[in-house]
């Protein structure tokens, strides 16, 4: 099993299975008190209850501002929200789809970037900042994705679509939307900088750093 851990306040710990399309809840002794999904793959567009809620594949899992947590649903090609509180799931970017579509408008539209003769396809990276502002990195379309909080729309930051063989950056270029951001293999956002590591090739790649306007 792979799994990748959140905290949360009272000690309690969120992990995901990745091929397992599980998430957990743990109280502080260890003991499981909480199961999302049934090991098998599924996608619902709609709310739904913890106990109908089905995922494909969670590459990685975040604690929002508001204590709720966010999933990376990835052969979903989707961004999800455990409504703690509401006891549900909501999905909150993405149709099921893969391709790359919707900027400018509502992130429930938006579909993301596929690869499937990868071994992991969809979306890989996640991460969010203090107002709840949401950062996907677009492993295959090559770039990154903002999701507001507010308003729900979305938009791309950083990174060109079309790679075209080029991989080289330049450290004197501000514009991130020049960036080439072949394979966004992580992201962490702090103190108004978000982290984009990327891989170039087997052995080699960059990290650009994306500053707050």
């Not at 399309?21 to 999904?37: E, H, S, Y």
């Not at 089905?54 to 979903?76: A, E, H, M, Q």
């Not at 990276?125 to 502002?133: A, T, Y």
Request: proline fraction near 5%; hydrophobic fraction near 35%.
């Amino acid at each position: 099993m792979r799994a990748i851990a959140s905290w949360i306040p009272k000690g309690c710990v969120w992990l995901n299975e990745v091929d397992g399309c599980r998430v957990w809840r743990f109280d502080p002794a260890g003991r499981p008190i909480l199961t999302l999904g049934d090991g098998k793959p599924g996608f619902q567009s709609e709310p739904v209850g913890f106990e109908e809620a089905r995922f494909n594949w969670i590459y990685d899992i975040r604690r929002g501002p508001d204590d709720n947590i966010y999933v990376l649903d990835s052969k979903n090609f989707a961004l999800r929200m455990i409504d703690v509180s509401g006891h549900c799931v909501r999905t909150l970017a993405g149709t099921g789809k893969g391709g790359y579509e919707g900027d400018g408008g509502s992130a429930r539209q938006a579909t993301f970037g596929s690869d499937p003769s990868a071994s992991f396809d969809g979306p890989i990276s996640l991460s969010l900042d203090e107002n709840g502002n949401m950062f996907v990195g677009d492993r295959y379309n090559h770039v990154v994705r903002l999701i507001d909080r507010k308003t729900g729309m979305i938009e791309t930051i950083a990174g060109r679509h079309a790679i075209n063989g080029e991989w080289n950056n330049s450290a004197g270029d501000s514009d991130p939307l020049n960036l080439y951001l072949p394979k966004i293999s992580s992201m962490d956002y702090y103190a108004g900088r978000l982290f984009v590591p990327t891989d170039l090739t087997s052995d080699s790649g960059d990290l650009a750093v994306l500053r707050q306007k």
